[in-house]
């Protein structure tokens, strides 16, 4: 306590040192390290209240070299509190405001050399110098954005045409699409007229095909029956109109696993449990057994042959057009056995629908109906075609093109950045790729998606996100930060994070005199 009480009275000595030490660039009395719009808040004549209201101390108590406030504002010219803040006026440059923590620490932060009085001498005062360049530069820039914003001026004049033209355009595809569909609708009508007619007319052809199939199945029935009931009877040895195991003992096509007999167990494959069969069972269960062995025991399908008649064949063995050898399977002797009769006529019947020649009043209905069938697939394909326009001018006059439309005529205009391994290319308010010198495909690096600039300076950065997949990672985006230029091109492109890229456009869009005030607004600090 006593200790403190000590230092206590040492400090208050040195107040007069530090506390009236009045900044030699201003009228204004106040503590060293006080900005002039903080002066009043420090009075001599009254006891300091902290800025956070926490506590109030005698006046004599700020910059005293001990920290009373948890703000740090009594010591806004001592290094005493971490948090306090050390104001320098930097007459000539811009003032500015440093950690107080940096008060007489050796590092020159001001450049008035202020934050190091401890120990004068130590920082000369650079600021007129500083200030000097940094007029120039300013200047430089204020010349850059003057010169820019003609241009912009002019891209702001030519943007808000563009969205104009393009609303009168989108009104006036609108008027199109509602004509489009009126054809559209009328073709669908013609198109459902026409093909009724022609449905119509084909089903006579339809009719008469369907007629035909009926005709051939028929005839296949026929065949089927006769072939069965010949071999019925050649099988059939004793001609009583009952085939009988013994009788089927002798053939061989009824001797399935070939091993030179046939024994009981193929005599219950055909006859099931019956010791013989009738004409009537033979066709319907044993001849679709025996017919594809016969047929395998010959080796073949047989050819077909001409049939006299599409009428139903008269066929007996007299009139059998054509035999075919069988001396293995039916009983080892020299007969043979019929072949399935085949249809010539039917070929010319049955054709595909589209070779099928038909009459002319068809012909003409058919040849109607597909011309109303094109023109339909044609207006629908207008109307389809007039939908994308209108929604690519919908989703360009939603876009933001800046506060006045600068950016408007940017749109879709592409810039090449080159690198030791790359070409860039951003195409404004569309994509940005990336294409590898040495070939390979195109890599997309993002997709137009949002204005990202900081709150007041929204349009100073934009976003392309959704780009192609990074290899074990997200999808690759790009970072667009916009300078004023006096031509639109790309200053440099790096990746400062894999798969995140950054590009530096400039353009004269961004020459924008208001912009630059703001910016200087914010150097102040
Ligand atoms: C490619 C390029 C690079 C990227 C890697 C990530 O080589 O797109 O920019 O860093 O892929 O695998």
Request: charged share 35%.
């Amino acid at each position: 306590m006593i200790y403190s009480a000590w230092i206590r009275q040492l400090q208050s000595l040195t107040i007069v040192i530090f506390t009236f030490i009045i900044s030699a660039q201003t009228d204004v009395p106040r503590p060293r390290g006080v900005s002039l719009s903080k002066a009043s808040l420090y009075s001599p004549t009254k006891d300091f209240t902290c800025f956070d209201g926490t506590s109030t101390i005698p006046f004599s108590y700020v910059n005293d070299d001990y920290c009373d406030c948890f703000d740090g504002s009594d010591e806004p010219g001592t290094a005493a509190c971490l948090n306090g803040v050390f104001y320098c006026t930097n007459a000539g440059h811009r003032p500015q405001n440093i950690p107080s923590s940096r008060v007489n620490d050796g590092i020159c932060d001001c450049c008035d050399g202020t934050d190091e009085y401890a120990t004068p001498g130590t920082c000369s005062n650079i600021c007129e110098e500083l200030g000097k360049e940094a007029r120039a530069k300013a200047q430089q820039l204020a010349d850059l954005h003057k010169s820019g914003n003609h241009i912009r001026l002019e891209l702001i004049e030519k943007g808000n045409k563009k969205r104009s033209e393009m609303a009168l355009q989108l009104l006036q595809l609108e008027k199109d699409k509602a004509e489009a569909e009126i054809i559209k609708n009328e073709k669908e009508v013609l198109k459902s007229e026409l093909e009724a007619k022609e449905n119509e007319a084909l089903q006579v052809y339809r009719d008469a095909e369907e007629k035909d199939r009926q005709r051939k199945a028929e005839l296949e029935r026929q065949q089927q029956e006769t072939e069965a009931s010949e071999q019925f009877a050649r099988f059939d040895s004793n001609s009583d109109g009952v085939l009988t195991t013994d009788e089927i003992k002798v053939v061989n096509v009824f001797d399935k696993n070939k091993d030179g007999e046939v024994d009981q167990e193929e005599i219950l494959h055909f006859f099931g449990d019956k010791d013989s069969v009738n004409m009537e069972d033979f066709m319907s269960t044993t001849w679709p057994m025996v017919k594809p062995l016969l047929m395998l025991d010959q080796g073949m399908f047989r050819p077909a042959v001409k049939e006299e008649e599409d009428d139903e064949p008269e066929v007996d063995e007299e009139e059998e057009t054509q035999r075919v050898e069988d001396t293995e399977d039916v009983g080892g002797d020299d007969e043979n056995i019929e072949e399935i009769p085949h249809d010539d006529a039917d070929e010319q019947d049955v054709e595909p629908e589209q070779s099928r020649a038909y009459d002319d009043e068809t012909q003409k209905l058919i040849d109607e109906a597909t011309e109303a069938r094109r023109q339909l697939t044609d207006a629908e394909r207008t109307v389809r075609e007039i939908e994308s326009n209108i929604r690519t001018f919908q989703q360009n006059l939603e876009k933001d093109y800046g506060l006045q439309q600068e950016y408007a005529t940017l749109d879709g205009q592409c810039l090449e950045y080159e690198d030791k391994e790359y070409i860039y290319k951003l195409c404004l308010f569309q994509k940005v790729t990336q294409k590898s010198k040495n070939g390979g495909m195109e890599v997309g690096l993002g997709e137009w998606g949002e204005w990202a600039g900081r709150e007041g300076n929204k349009y100073s950065v934009m976003k392309y996100t959704n780009g192609m997949a990074c290899w074990n990672g997200p999808s690759r985006m790009s970072i667009v930060n916009i300078n004023c230029g006096l031509e639109s091109k790309l200053t440099s492109v790096t990746e400062p994070f894999r798969c995140e890229y950054k590009i530096e456009l400039t353009t004269p869009a961004a020459c924008d005199d208001s912009n630059l005030t703001q910016e200087a607004t914010h150097d102040e600090l």
